[in-house]
């Protein structure tokens, strides 16, 4: 029989003798966790919980961190933008070549975004840490965020990458010319990825590549905003809504 609780209770009995929840290795009733803290919770100095105060929870259990050897396809979509950079490859769809910052801009206000956008990192790459050569240490690259069921392209903001990152980022132009060996290793050591995760990663990023071939996309350059006056950003805006003249 059950005994109750109270002053008849046995001070050794278990929670499932005064009938609480059983415990369960790593729960919020482990009775292995170190005293004054709850597994998952802030730092507790009160007493052992008692009655229904054992089911409250003094913290919230904190979401284990991705790991770097996470396989692509385990990895979570629609990341928020002040996350992180990972390195990805990230095709820009071919309707969009003739649509990037150089040609909407002019090449004295390029320069300026750049040198902005490099002193604002370091001088190193936003991804690895890492520099290129001494003459150009980092190269700006344009961060999409893509809306694939509306076919929206926008452009979050630019960012300062190493040069082995930024080829990694172009894989087509890099292939092109031969490069590719070479960015498939840097993919796999800066994410502490096998070749066979890689390897799955870049078919996977050249599928999903295909998929936005099929049709031309609407660019929005909102993340040029905080480079640009308003007037300047404006023309722009009218620009990239201008259909491209170049061919794919």
Same mark, same amino acid.
């Given at each position: 029989?059950?005994?109750?609780?109270?002053?008849?209770?046995?001070?050794?009995?278990?929670?499932? =003798?005064?009938?609480?929840?059983?415990?369960?290795?790593?729960?919020?009733?482990?009775?292995?966790?170190?005293? @004054?803290?709850?597994?998952? %919770?802030?730092?507790?100095?009160? #007493?052992?919980?008692? @009655? +229904?105060?054992?089911? &409250?929870?003094?913290?919230?259990?904190?979401?284990?961190?991705?790991?770097?050897?996470?396989? #692509?396809? $385990?990895?979570?979509? %629609?990341?928020?933008? =002040?996350?992180?950079?990972?390195?990805?490859?990230?095709?820009?769809?071919?309707?969009?070549?003739?649509?990037?910052?150089?040609?909407?801009?002019?090449?004295? !206000?390029?320069?300026?975004?750049?040198?902005?956008?490099?002193?604002?990192?370091?001088?190193?790459?936003?991804?690895?840490?890492?520099?290129?050569?001494?003459?150009?240490?980092?190269?700006?690259?344009?961060?999409?965020?893509?809306?694939?069921?509306?076919?929206?392209?926008?452009?979050?903001? &630019?960012?300062?990458?190493?040069?082995?990152?930024?080829? &990694?980022?172009?894989?087509? !132009?890099?292939?092109?010319? @031969?490069? =590719?060996?070479?960015? *498939?290793?840097?993919?796999?050591?800066?994410?502490?990825?096998? +070749?066979?995760?890689?390897?799955?990663?870049?078919?996977?990023?050249?599928?999903?590549?295909?998929?936005?071939?099929?049709?031309?996309?609407?660019?929005?350059?909102?993340?040029?905003?905080?480079?640009?006056? $308003?007037?300047?950003?404006?023309?722009?805006?009218? *620009?990239?809504? !201008?259909?491209?003249?170049?061919?794919?």
């Amino acid at each position: 029989m059950r005994q109750p609780e109270g002053r008849g209770a046995r001070p050794d009995a278990t929670a499932a =003798d005064r009938g609480g929840p059983a415990q369960e290795p790593g729960g919020v009733l482990d009775s292995r966790s170190a005293p @004054g803290q709850e597994p998952g %919770g802030v730092l507790d100095s009160r #007493p052992a919980p008692r @009655g +229904l105060n054992r089911l &409250v929870r003094t913290g919230w259990r904190r979401s284990p961190k991705p790991s770097r050897a996470t396989p #692509p396809d $385990a990895q979570p979509s %629609g990341a928020a933008v =002040d996350e992180p950079l990972r390195l990805r490859v990230e095709m820009v769809p071919q309707s969009s070549w003739y649509k990037d910052l150089r040609q909407l801009l002019d090449e004295a !206000t390029w320069e300026r975004i750049g040198s902005l956008v490099a002193e604002r990192a370091g001088e190193r790459c936003e991804i690895c840490g890492g520099r290129g050569p001494r003459h150009r240490p980092v190269e700006c690259h344009e961060l999409w965020r893509f809306d694939d069921p509306v076919r929206v392209q926008t452009l979050v903001r &630019v960012v300062a990458l190493c040069p082995d990152c930024h080829a &990694v980022k172009h894989w087509e !132009t890099v292939r092109k010319h @031969g490069g =590719d060996t070479q960015a *498939r290793a840097h993919l796999a050591r800066v994410n502490g990825w096998s +070749l066979a995760q890689t390897d799955a990663h870049i078919r996977e990023a050249f599928g999903l590549w295909a998929q936005r071939n099929q049709g031309s996309w609407i660019l929005d350059p909102e993340g040029l905003r905080p480079y640009l006056g $308003a007037a300047e950003y404006a023309r722009v805006a009218r *620009r990239a809504a !201008t259909p491209p003249t170049g061919r794919y």
